[in-house]
Nanobody, 128 residues
């Protein structure tokens, strides 16, 4: 069983920055693929960013590419999402997710179905 706890959300003005953190349990954290998703009111949950078990392998949605950076610290069992140049349309509940399957079985990581474990979410609100 893997537990994920997000933190770092809040209210920020457009153009500002926030860093989200997600602390995970699990003895094999370094082998997990980790993702960030978000869900705005009335919309479906959507992919934001993903980092593989190899820290140099990252992937972003077009809407956040160049503004957001995903990273991980395996020593702390934590994944981060640095969000810069925030826009009002970034307002959503942000969720981290873990794919704990062995690395050879891990996919691109852009769909919800690839992640078995989810955090409770943290609210990010960007004012204009």
């Amino acid at each position: 069983q893997v537990q994920l706890v997000e933190s770092g959300g809040g209210l920020v003005q457009a153009g500002g920055s926030l860093r989200l953190s997600c602390a995970a349990s699990g003895r094999t954290f370094s082998s997990y693929a980790l993702g960030w998703f978000r869900q705005a009111p009335g919309k479906e949950r959507e992919f934001v960013a993903r980092i593989s078990w190899r820290v140099d392998n990252t992937y972003y949605s077009d809407s956040v590419k160049g503004r957001f950076t995903i990273s991980r610290d395996n020593a702390k069992n934590t994944v981060y999402l640095q969000m810069n140049s925030l826009k009002p349309e970034d307002t959503a509940v942000y969720y981290c997710a873990a794919d704990a399957r062995p690395p050879p079985l891990q996919g691109l990581g852009v769909t919800l179905a690839e992640y078995r474990y989810w955090g409770q979410g943290t609210q990010v609100t960007v004012s204009s």
